[in-house]
C-alpha cells in the first residue's frame, strides 16, 4: 500500500484508499455516518499517516454521536499533519476539548480561500448578501467626521484583503492602498484589480509588526477578525502602525440570541464572535478610542442576518 503524501488534500497515491475516503463521504451524505465511521476506522488501521482519514473518521463519529471517539480521530489528524490545513485543532475546540485561542491555524485559513478563491466574490455577494465593505466605508466616514479630521488618508493597509471586496470603495480615499492575506489565490485576484499598491501573503498581525511604527493613516479590516480568538495582541499591534490622529476601522460577528454572551464563541460556522463589550475592553487595553462600536450584520447565514458589529477606533 503507498505511503499516504505529506499533503492531507492531495490524494493519497493509492487508489484503494482514494476509494474508500469517496465511499466514506458519500455513506456521510446518505445520513449512515456509523457505517462511513466503520469503513474509515479500518482504513486509518490499515494507513496510520493518512491525515484526511483520521479528520473524516472525526467527522463519521461526531455525526455518528461518538464524541470520545471523534475527539481522538481528530488529535491524531492534527498529530499527523502539524499545520492543520483540514482545522482539526478547532473541531476540538468547539467539542470543548481543546481551548479556541490557537485553535485557527494560518495554514487553515490559507488552503480554505485557497480552495475558494474563484468563487468567493459570487458565494458572499449572491448566496451571503455580504455588505462588510459598505459598512465600513460609511463607518470610515463618519468616524473620521466624529475625530473632526478629512476623510482622506495617506498610508493605508487592508488586513484580510481577500480578493480585494473593499479596495474599489477605500481606493478614492487613500494616496497608498497595501493589501494583506494569508491566502495567494485570493491575492491574485485582488491584484487584478490593478488597486493595491502592494500586496503580500502575511499573517495580519505580523503584517503590522512590519510596517514602520506610526505610519498608518487608515487599517480596514472586513470580515476578517472573525478568524482571530484572542483581538488583544492585534488590536495592540494596529495602534503601534497607526499614525497619531489614524484609524482602525473593522467589522466582526457577535453572539446572538440564545447563544453564549460572555468571553469569545466559537460558532458552527468556524469563525469566531466577539461580544461588543470584550471588543470595547480590548480596544481600551490596547490604548485605542473607540470612536464608534455599532451593530451591524455584514452577512446572511441561512437567511437570516449573522449578528455583528462595525467599529472605528482612533489613536490619541
Known amino acids: 500500500m503507498a505511503v499516504p503524501p505529506t499533503d492531507p ?12 475516503l469517496d ?12 457505517a462511513a465511521a466503520d469503513l474509515l476506522a479500518d482504513t486509518v488501521a490499515e494507513a496510520p499517516g493518512l491525515v484526511a482519514g483520521w479528520f473524516l473518521l472525526g467527522e463519521a463519529r461526531l455525526a455518528a454521536g461518538e464524541t470520545e471517539g471523534a475527539v481522538a480521530a481528530f488529535r491524531a489528524a492534527a498529530e499527523r499533519d502539524p499545520q492543520d490545513r483540514l482545522g482539526a485543532g478547532l473541531r476540538l475546540a468547539r467539542m470543548g476539548a481543546a481551548p ?39 463607518a470610515v466616514l463618519r468616524g473620521a467626521a466624529l475625530r473632526g ?18 479596495a474599489p470603495l477605500f481606493a478614492s480615499l487613500v494616496a497608498q492602498l ?3 492575506d494569508l491566502s495567494p489565490a485570493m491575492l491574485a485576484k485582488a491584484r487584478a484589480l ?11 498581525g ?35 502602525a497607526l499614525a497619531p490622529g489614524g484609524l482602525f476601522a473593522f467589522t466582526l460577528e457577535t453572539p446572538g440570541p440564545g447563544e453564549p454572551s460572555e468571553g469569545v464563541l466559537l460558532r458552527e460556522t468556524l469563525r469566531f464572535a466577539h461580544p461588543a463589550a470584550l471588543v470595547a475592553q480590548a480596544l481600551a487595553e490596547a490604548g485605542l478610542d473607540a470612536v464608534l462600536l455599532e451593530a451591524a450584520s455584514t452577512r446572511t447565514e ?15
Open 100 to 138: 479556541a485561542a490557537g485553535a485557527m491555524s494560518a495554514a487553515y485559513v490559507r488552503t480554505l480561500f485557497d480552495q475558494y478563491a474563484d468563487r468567493f466574490d459570487g458565494a458572499l455577494r449572491d448566496g451571503l448578501a455580504y455588505r462588510g465593505p459598505e459598512l465600513l466605508y460609511d
Open 23 to 34: 465511499w466514506a463521504r458519500a455513506l456521510m451524505a446518505d445520513g449512515d455516518a456509523a
Open 206 to 240: 505580523a503584517a503590522l509588526a512590519a510596517v514602520p511604527p506610526e505610519s498608518c493613516e487608515l487599517i480596514i479590516a472586513a470580515d476578517a477578525l472573525c478568524y482571530v480568538a484572542d483581538l488583544g495582541p492585534l488590536f495592540a499591534a494596529a495602534r503601534a
Open 149 to 166: 479630521r478629512p476623510a482622506r488618508f495617506g498610508y493605508a493597509l487592508d488586513l484580510g484583503c481577500g480578493t480585494g471586496l473593499a
Open 178 to 180: 497595501d493589501g494583506i
Open 194 to 204: 490593478g488597486l493595491y499598491a502592494r500586496l503580500e501573503a502575511q499573517e495580519m
Open 302 to 316: 441561512k437567511r437570516r442576518p449573522v449578528p455583528g458589529l462595525v467599529g472605528v477606533a482612533a489613536r490619541s
Open 9 to 20: 488534500l492531495a490524494p493519497s497515491g493509492d487508489p484503494v484508499l482514494d476509494r474508500r
